[in-house]
């Protein structure tokens, strides 16, 4: 007879058995996810406090050739004071009919001492900033950073290529010095760095194109909208336009400041492009400013600063150039209707404070490193690729009598810095992960030459070119076609965020990263 209670204990074992292995995975994955989060929080930590740091620096070496331009301008008052000394007594004594010549304002400085204080500043503003890339590395450390041997072995080969630099350099011996501090730096050790070429206005040295690449791999062509030309002309790797490989690059953490000699003429002087006044109101304001200023003071001088400046026509200036003169990026902006004017977007609504008010030297940095998956990694993925870029920049401003004014406000540059802000990454001059760096100044000559066999296949971007020849250009161009002629729901319009059964979410789509 069958027995009316079968025993069950068989099957709660194997049930505890399925619930521990569950949790051991649930806590080896936690164990694992936890580790790359870490990796993350302290590569953020040490990227900001970095950028920080440079930033610092930067404001230290602007006030120092700030300082310098106001030593400049008290010794040249100094002189200007004495000349107006001799030539009244010249005068007094019957001027020319006394038969002595009349006094040169050029007699009463050394131009040779001008010139000493030209290439002191010169120095400042070529190594001040590398001592603050060296800052931002150990401050990067101290913060948790790792070193990286890519970046390592780029700055290596940036140091040999500035030391075959035929260039106009700043001094004797400049791209030398700079490149004998860069090979100590990774000597010691780097882990952020500055990468910024001036590049031309090509897909191939657009980040954004290699992130278009990976989203039309997942059937997202919005991003390759900008790109229509080359989808339609594309043949093989010789349909490239021209591109000079010779890229000029940027000097780590760049101040942005250009060297001025004042010109007079009968219809008045030059001033420096970046000043905010002319004419009149600029004479009045600069004049009050430098005769008022407490370096000029402890010269002793009685008010002939100003005057002395404009006289001593072979003296060289450092003073700000144009990028400081530009406002801070705004959102979207519209002329009309029928005419859009789009501006590049930031997360800045209000309106910017006057003072504060301009762009100029901004210190952007990029950090990567590679972090081990842990227990859970597969043979064809053990690490993470992780990466970081953030930028500060150095703030300050001049007290007037009327208020406080941006630094460029007479264009010149003195001594106003007493503060540094973490600014949004949009701001200046973009700067280039090691990677992308890499990629653009080792590797694309290579496949513009011979194509996609000559990629490297350690390099992502090199990766995602190979997977450009693979993309079906007709499908995604009758896609973009699709999505723009859709006057109810454009999927590629970043300001709908509605849903469409033909397109999906379009938001979370359309603004998706790479």
Known sequence: MPNPHPRKSGQAIIFLMVVMVIGLLAVVWNFDLHRVISAKLRMRNAGDSAAMAAARWQGHSLNMIGDLNLIQAAI????????????????????????EPEPEFEDYYDLAEMEALHELRLRIEFVGPLAGFAVAQQTAFNNGALPDPRLAANLVDFAADLRDEVARQPYDNAFDEYADLLDMLVFRGVAVSSYSLRLRNHPLTNEEFYGAIAQALADWWCPMYAYRDEMENYEDFESWTKLDTEFRYNFMFDLQLDEFTMTLSTDGYDIPNSAMLDGDDYTEEFGDFITSNEVIEAFGSSGFAFEGMLEALDVEWHVYNNSWARPWPRPAEYDDETNPRRLKPLAIHSRVKTKYNYLGAVSGISMSAEVGRGILASSDNETVDLSYRAKAKPFGFLNLDAGQEPPHYFGFVFPAFEEVRLVHFDIGNKVLSGVFYEHVTRHLESYLDRGPEATNPQCSYC?????????NFQDGLEWLERAYNDDRNNPCDPEDDGYDPVWGDAGGGATGGS
Not at 85 to 95: N, P, V
């Open 76 to 99: 040249l008052s100094l002189a200007y004071e004495e000349y107006q000394d001799a030539l009244s007594e010249w005068e007094d004594a019957g001027g020319e009919a006394s038969g």
């Open 463 to 471: 990766q995602l070119l190979v997977k450009w020849e693979e993309l």
